[in-house]
């Protein structure tokens, strides 16, 4: 016997009947290909959306709940509800009201930033594949513009504090845990979340002195040190020296250098002053006056002419020359302005001076002035007059040149003893600018010792006041707590079959046809004439 199906008009008859065993076994074996298929796609993209997930790591701390202690159920923006005070239980119960709140959360958030706490992980290469794909089709708001046009970027930060942090009692002892996509902000926010409720705790229970005073104090004892160190520097550098104090020593032993200098400069002069007289009356006693022109007596010999040129000029130029060159060399290796290419311009000015000098006395000699007559060449008087006329006139250009040299000298000690004078002036200035900076800088040490003092017993006088104690610090654990992929594989692929399977269920309780021949006969009262079999389709019978 065959099974018929008959399809007739909606109006005309009613929709199946219930599904019974028989029934769903054949359609699940009918929408077997369907069932496998289904299965697969479904297990695939749940596996898929499993796999996409970031892991979260998660922070773990534990604090000790002190008794005793003052609470913040003073605070305006905690609220805690009045049933709650008084017990142990109830301080625990406190503590845990206060960190959940979200006055503490919103702390954290102005602590480490909006963007620190919603930053996210960089994304596996498929799924950045995938977003980048569908940012390059679906525009997407710049978040920028979200976070300046809106405030639910910080909203949502507080939001996720909340929402991560989990806190356990257990006695006195609250286990305190934070879950993020990163172990070392995970590790961060736990551990600001404890120190904010901590310093919140002292401020609301610390008793109304402060250190302002003190903070206070420090900062104007460092002002003032800073300004009268900054007097003395500026007073050091108007003067162009290091210290007065130790730059006086150094002048002193420049000047008594100067001073041995120039005594050893002048027992020189006074020995070529002694060797040139006596090369002159070396050179007085070889030689004889001749008369005066227009005596009858004597012939006359032939005066010199005027501004002729003599040996002694002729030596000094040579000096000159070289100084010149000495000072050129000198130009190359010092700045102008130096004191040694002044001390050797110095000396050419003067080598000048005394050339000019000589000229001037050789063209004042006039014709009929006396003279002396040289005693002739090639004889041995000759020989001994030219010898000591040479030696004169070297003698004659070193003392000029020893002459300039202590007059360089001269002027080097007059400059530094001048210098001296003025440091010893100003030595007075720099000892008081010198007292004032002990004395700032002695001010400023001890006002910083009482701060320290005073922030050390206010330390102590916070961790008596402060009604929790850190057991265990936040932990830094590297390996990922969540998400739990094998259950999550596991349940893609139940909700692949549940949707597989009830998906031809459906499929064959949404059909409008007539399974069995006494349904027609009980729903219309039609007999049933024939039964036309569909060898090419199978039935649900």
Same mark, same amino acid.
């Given at each position: 016997?065959?099974?018929?199906?008959?399809?007739?008009?909606?109006?005309?008859?009613?929709?199946?009947?219930?599904?019974?065993?028989?029934?769903?076994?054949?359609?699940?074996?009918?929408?077997?290909?369907?069932?496998?298929?289904?299965?697969?796609?479904?297990?695939?993209?749940?596996?898929?959306?499993?796999?996409?997930?970031?892991?979260?790591?998660?922070?773990?701390?534990?604090?000790?709940?002190?008794?005793?202690?003052?609470?913040?159920?003073?605070?305006?923006?905690?609220?805690?509800?009045?049933?709650?005070?008084?017990?142990?239980?109830?301080?625990?119960?406190?503590?845990?009201?206060?960190?959940?709140?979200?006055?503490?959360?919103?702390?954290?958030?102005?602590?480490?930033?909006?963007?620190?706490?919603?930053?996210?992980?960089?994304?596996?290469?498929?799924?950045?594949?995938?977003?980048?794909?569908?940012?390059?089709?679906?525009?997407?708001?710049?978040?920028?513009?979200?976070?300046?046009?809106?405030?639910?970027?910080?909203?949502?930060?507080?939001?996720?504090?909340?929402?991560?942090?989990?806190?356990?009692?257990?006695?006195?002892?609250?286990?305190?845990?934070?879950?993020?996509?990163?172990?070392?902000?995970?590790?961060?926010?736990?551990?600001?979340?404890?120190?904010?409720?901590?310093?919140?705790?002292?401020?609301?229970?610390?008793?109304?002195?402060?250190?302002?005073?003190?903070?206070?104090?420090?900062?104007?004892?460092?002002?003032?040190?800073?300004?009268?160190?900054?007097?003395?520097?500026?007073?050091?550098?108007?003067?162009?020296?290091?210290?007065?104090?130790?730059?006086?020593?150094?002048?002193?032993?420049?000047?008594?250098?100067?001073?041995?200098?120039?005594?050893?400069?002048?027992?020189?002069?006074?020995?070529?002053?002694?060797?040139?007289?006596?090369?002159?009356?070396?050179?007085?006693?070889?030689?004889?006056?001749?008369?005066?022109?227009?005596?009858?007596?004597?012939?006359?010999?032939?005066?010199?002419?005027?501004?002729?040129?003599?040996?002694?000029?002729?030596?000094?130029?040579?000096?000159?020359?070289?100084?010149?060159?000495?000072?050129?060399?000198?130009?190359?290796?010092?700045?102008?302005?130096?004191?040694?290419?002044?001390?050797?311009?110095?000396?050419?000015?003067?080598?000048?001076?005394?050339?000019?000098?000589?000229?001037?006395?050789?063209?004042?000699?006039?014709?009929?002035?006396?003279?002396?007559?040289?005693?002739?060449?090639?004889? /041995?008087?000759? $020989? !001994? *007059?030219?010898?000591?006329?040479?030696?004169?006139?070297? %003698?004659?250009?070193?003392?000029? +040149? =020893?002459?300039?040299?202590?007059?360089?000298?001269?002027?080097?000690?007059?400059?530094?003893?001048?210098?001296?004078?003025?440091?010893?002036?100003?030595?007075?200035?720099?000892?008081?600018?010198?007292?004032?900076?002990?004395?700032?800088?002695?001010?400023?040490?001890?006002?910083?010792?009482?701060?320290?003092?005073?922030?050390?017993?206010?330390?102590?006088?916070?961790?008596?006041?402060?009604?929790?104690?850190?057991?265990?610090?936040?932990?830094?654990?590297?390996?990922?707590?969540?998400?739990?992929?094998?259950?999550?594989?596991?349940?893609?692929?139940?909700?692949?079959?549940?949707?597989?399977?009830?998906? /031809?269920?459906? $499929? !064959? *309780?949404?059909?409008?046809?007539?399974?069995?021949?006494? %349904?027609?006969?009980?729903?219309? +009262? =039609?007999?049933?004439?024939?039964?036309?079999?569909?060898?090419?389709?199978?039935?649900?019978?």
């Amino acid at each position: 016997m065959y099974n018929v199906e008959l399809y007739e008009p909606q109006e005309n008859r009613k929709k199946a009947g219930s599904l019974t065993a028989l029934i769903i076994l054949s359609c699940l074996f009918k929408y077997k290909y369907l069932i496998v298929f289904s299965t697969l796609v479904i297990t695939a993209v749940g596996v898929a959306i499993v796999h996409s997930l970031p892991y979260e790591y998660s922070s773990e701390a534990q604090i000790l709940v002190k008794s005793g202690r003052d609470s913040l159920s003073g605070d305006e923006s905690i609220d805690i509800p009045e049933s709650s005070l008084g017990s142990m239980f109830n301080e625990v119960t406190n503590v845990v009201t206060m960190m959940r709140g979200r006055a503490l959360a919103e702390l954290v958030v102005d602590e480490l930033g909006a963007e620190t706490i919603n930053q996210k992980p960089p994304n596996r290469p498929v799924v950045q594949w995938i977003h980048d794909n569908l940012d390059a089709w679906i525009p997407q708001k710049s978040e920028s513009t979200e976070r300046n046009t809106d405030d639910g970027f910080r909203k949502a930060a507080i939001d996720r504090i909340r929402g991560n942090l989990s806190l356990r009692e257990r006695g006195n002892i609250i286990h305190i845990t934070y879950e993020a996509q990163d172990p070392h902000l995970a590790q961060t926010i736990n551990e600001t979340i404890i120190n904010k409720y901590r310093d919140k705790h002292i401020a609301a229970t610390r008793p109304s002195m402060s250190a302002d005073f003190y903070r206070q104090s420090t900062t104007d004892a460092k002002k003032d040190f800073e300004a009268k160190t900054e007097a003395l520097t500026k007073f050091r550098k108007d003067v162009d020296i290091v210290s007065v104090a130790s730059s006086l020593p150094l002048h002193d032993e420049a000047r008594v250098d100067l001073e041995s200098q120039m005594q050893d400069i002048q027992s020189q002069i006074v020995a070529s002053e002694a060797r040139v007289a006596e090369y002159e009356r070396g050179l007085a006693a070889l030689t004889q006056p001749v008369a005066k022109a227009g005596d009858s007596n004597e012939t006359p010999s032939a005066a010199p002419a005027p501004f002729i040129e003599n040996d002694l000029i002729r030596e000094l130029k040579r000096q000159l020359i070289g100084l010149e060159t000495e000072a050129a060399s000198l130009a190359r290796k010092y700045y102008e302005g130096d004191p040694i290419l002044e001390e050797a311009q110095f000396k050419i000015d003067y080598i000048k001076k005394a050339i000019a000098r000589e000229e001037e006395q050789l063209s004042q000699a006039t014709p009929g002035s006396a003279t002396v007559a040289a005693p002739l060449a090639g004889t /041995p008087q000759g $020989l !001994e *007059y030219q010898e000591l006329r040479m030696q004169l006139i070297r %003698e004659r250009a070193q003392l000029i +040149g =020893l002459q300039a040299n202590a007059s360089v000298k001269s002027m080097a000690r007059t400059d530094i003893q001048e210098k001296i004078n003025k440091l010893k002036s100003l030595e007075t200035q720099e000892r008081k600018l010198i007292s004032d900076v002990n004395l700032a800088e002695e001010s400023y040490n001890s006002t910083r010792r009482n701060e320290e003092r005073f922030r050390i017993q206010m330390k102590i006088k916070d961790e008596m006041l402060i009604n929790v104690s850190t057991v265990d610090p936040p932990s830094l654990v590297m390996t990922p707590t969540g998400p739990n992929r094998k259950r999550g594989y596991i349940l893609a692929l139940a909700a692949g079959l549940m949707f597989a399977f009830a998906l /031809p269920l459906t $499929l !064959e *309780y949404l059909r409008n046809t007539y399974r069995r021949t006494d %349904e027609v006969v009980t729903d219309l +009262g =039609l007999p049933v004439l024939a039964v036309v079999t569909a060898k090419e389709q199978r039935s649900c019978i």
